[in-house]
């Protein structure tokens, strides 16, 4: 039997495994007939991977399909498979991907069994890389370089992953750090992202990322008092961060002298015993009332300029105590069209307006493109001030409950009464909710007028532009279209 021997353009080379694959398919080559190799490793079985990978952008395999060799008919869930098993580090993992690709096309009934030992194999090798990503989503910790060159300054971190999983996982980076420069440094493979673009080059040495820098301190001081040694489990706590990352973890060096603390720690709490809780008070509120009714009555009597003064002190719920301020409403004072988002985001509380940071951005984006004027609608949030977590030096959002939302509906309600609209577009399920007093299924519901029972006023629902932010690359086209043919129903309430 003739032996093959098909050298792979880099450790990734997906591309060119499928096309090896098919020509090999083609001439019945059986799996036990082929060595697979990596092209900069010369000839030879692959047992041993390049300490870097090809710094250049991989060739096809030099071993191509002929043009007229059909693919072969393989089951769904195996190219997806295979997408994450080949960024394991398993030397021979080109060869249980072909063994399977080879068994698929001569036992029919193998795509039904689920349990079949290089299925199991494959899936275990994506297993492990999935987790990895994980790992690198979680552990990343930028620290920030002044280049002197930038207005933005540069944050740049090092990481060590166990398999070929930068190129993968960056674009989770892109999509959360959207408006920062970055850049993450491994010694593999390295990625930056200027903020238009990802760009990949080769691996750097750990000396190469920066030293601690002054918000790291801050972040150790929260780390430190966050720490709760009454729920401590140590086990548990290496599971998820494994020891061989610690070494690149700033708070990795708080973590042993915090668990030899714990047990007395948590000594000291019991002997302590219970405290009574003391409610906070709020801060002074400008509408000095005893009554629900007296309140909507004070409300009612306030202009746009008012209500949003008012907003300010409002402490109806804790986030308002969080928040750097609150966002209220913008727009014509008579608005015929309304537009209701959630709440206010990360650049929304730091600058004071609606719908400035990137779900803001996506709206004006489509607004555009649909002819409109953001000048001629009132546009506003059914929670007026932002809640988030706090994860190292950046705040996330999080969705407020629904106790929180109805502490805020007052001040929707009063803005509905001023603005007097003719129509409300409602941005996601949290305005929905609050707008039409029951929940809304967004999927289903999407592009539908609906009116209030209250006032009978006509509300269009369509998903949030955060939510199109969040989608897969491959649907966020589609999802996006969607979301304009909803939007341009409201086009008869834009004046002309």
């Not at 801060?283 to 003064?309: E, W």
């Amino acid at each position: 039997m003739l032996s093959r021997t098909i050298e792979m353009a880099s450790a990734t080379d997906l591309a060119g495994f499928r096309q090896a694959a098919r020509r090999l398919i083609v001439e019945q080559v059986p799996p036990e007939a082929v060595t697979w190799t990596l092209s900069y490793q010369g000839l030879g079985d692959l047992f041993a991977e390049a300490p870097h990978a090809p710094t250049t952008a991989p060739a096809e395999s030099t071993w191509a399909a002929p043009p007229q060799a059909p693919p072969p008919l393989v089951p769904a869930f195996f190219l997806p498979l295979c997408q994450t098993a080949i960024l394991h580090r398993e030397p021979r993992r080109f060869a249980l991907m072909y063994r399977l690709l080879w068994r698929l096309q001569h036992q029919p009934a193998l795509r039904h069994d689920t349990l079949d030992e290089d299925r199991g194999q494959l899936e275990d090798l994506a297993r492990v890389v999935r987790r990895d990503m994980h790992k690198m989503t979680a552990f990343v910790r930028f620290r920030t370089v002044d280049e002197g060159t930038s207005p933005e300054p540069l944050h740049i971190a090092w990481f060590e992953p166990d398999h070929h999983i930068v190129e993968a996982t960056a674009p989770f980076f892109q999509r959360r750090f959207t408006h920062m420069r970055w850049a993450i440094l491994t010694p593999e493979r390295c990625v930056q992202w200027d903020g238009a673009q990802l760009s990949f080059q080769p691996g750097a040495r750990r000396e190469d990322a920066p030293a601690a820098d002054a918000g790291e301190q801050l972040w150790l001081t929260y780390y430190e008092h966050i720490f709760n040694p009454a729920r401590l489990k140590v086990k548990m706590m290496e599971r998820e961060m494994p020891r061989r990352y610690w070494h690149n973890l700033p708070e990795a060096a708080l973590i042993a002298p915090l668990v030899a603390s714990a047990h007395q720690r948590s000594g000291g709490m019991i002997e302590r015993g219970p405290q009574d809780m003391v409610k906070r008070l709020p801060k002074s509120m400008p509408l000095k009332v005893s009554t629900a009714a007296s309140a909507h009555d004070a409300r009612a009597s306030m202009n746009l300029a008012q209500l949003s003064s008012a907003c300010q002190h409002c402490r109806d719920c804790p986030i308002g105590e969080h928040a750097t301020q609150a966002v209220f409403g913008e727009g014509p004072a008579h608005a015929a069209l309304m537009v209701v988002g959630e709440q206010p985001g990360d650049q929304e509380d730091l600058r004071g307006h609606p719908f400035v940071g990137p779900a803001g951005q996506l709206f004006n984006r489509a607004v555009a493109q649909l002819g409109w004027d953001r000048q001629q609608f009132y546009v506003t949030n059914a929670v007026k001030h932002f809640k988030y977590e706090v994860r190292g030096k950046r705040r996330m959002h999080k969705t407020a409950s629904q106790a929180e939302a109805d502490a805020c509906l007052p001040w929707l309600e009063a803005e509905i009464a001023q603005v007097r609209p003719k129509a409300i577009i409602a941005l996601g399920a949290t305005a929905a909710r609050q707008l039409l007093g029951r929940p809304v299924p967004i999927t289903k519901t999407h592009g539908q007028w609906l009116k209030r029972e209250s006032d009978g006023l006509p509300v269009l629902i369509t998903t949030h532009p955060s939510a199109l932010l969040r989608a897969q690359d491959d649907a966020r086209a589609a999802a996006y279209t969607q979301w304009l043919a909803d939007l341009r129903q409201a086009t008869e309430h834009i004046p002309a």
